[in-house]
């Protein structure tokens, strides 16, 4: 593992290790639909320490993505809270939540939401930049991202000129651009053939590993997450364990 790659570990292991650096309590999310209140997430619990990849497993509608933006300070919970390396931050303002998002979390989505106009390298460095790196640090490290997860011949690719593989994988790369602590992916491998998701996933779990993230990553496929270190699942809104 490289020197760059290797940063987030170095911090994940000075941290104190018996706080999980991400930490769901009490999640509550409700929708009005009509008359009727859907009690999405209720009352949800999930600890998750550095180093760890949870699977979320549940069927569509269950409250998979609604969970994802939640742990990920993109959405409030109605109640209930969110730890983020053991600090409260559904009491936090706008401004401190959007930090702590930019710097602590990495998103990847379905479909790879890449720049259209931009080249790979381009946008794995932009996300870099705008947090204040130079162009050649930040381009020293998505070289070294993108080569990572074996995409170093298609650096001056835009991603229309990428297979959805491909796509997703610089969608990855994006993602731990900032070399956040907390990865979530919401059905990151939905969109690909079965042969590609694997690929994508190995990718993805291989990088999780070597760099320390804790990461949660939703998905249909039982046997991508039989890969992962725990899997949990969505019951009546709470979060359970799987075996
Ligand atoms: P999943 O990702 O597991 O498929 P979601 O978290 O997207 O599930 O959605 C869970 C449920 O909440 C679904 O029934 C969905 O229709 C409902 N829902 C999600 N977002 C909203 C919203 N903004 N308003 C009303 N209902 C919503
Ligand atoms: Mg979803």
Do not use: C
Request: net charge negative; aromatic share 4%; no cysteine.
């Amino acid at each position: 593992m490289s020197d760059t790659l290797a940063d987030a570990n170095v911090e994940a292991a000075e941290g104190e290790q018996d706080i999980p650096i991400l930490f769901l309590q009490g999640v509550e999310r409700h929708y009005q639909q009509g008359d009727a209140t859907l009690h999405i997430l209720n009352g949800a619990e999930l600890a998750i320490w550095a180093g760890q990849s949870v699977a979320l497993v549940a069927p569509s509608g269950a409250g998979k993505s609604t969970l994802l933006h939640i742990a990920g300070l993109l959405e409030h919970p109605d109640h209930g809270d969110v730890f983020i390396d053991g600090r409260a931050t559904a009491g936090l303002p706008d401004h401190e939540r959007t930090r702590i998002r930019r710097n602590e979390i990495g998103f990847v989505y379905q479909s790879h939401h890449l720049l259209p106009e931009f080249t790979a390298l381009e946008n794995v460095l932009l996300p870099q930049m705008i947090r204040g790196l130079t162009r050649d640090e930040a381009r020293k490290r998505a070289v070294e991202l993108l080569g990572y997860l074996g995409l170093q011949a298609r650096l001056n690719h835009q991603p229309a000129e990428l297979s959805g593989g491909e796509q997703q994988r610089v969608a990855i790369a994006r993602a731990v651009a900032n070399a956040p602590r907390i990865l979530l992916a919401d059905e990151p491998t939905g969109n690909l053939d079965i042969r590609t998701a694997d690929h994508v996933f190995a990718a993805l779990t291989q990088l999780v590993r070597a760099s320390g993230l804790a990461t949660i990553i939703a998905t249909h496929n039982m046997e991508l997450a039989a890969r992962m270190d725990r899997r949990v699942t969505l019951r009546d809104g709470q979060v359970v364990e799987m075996e």
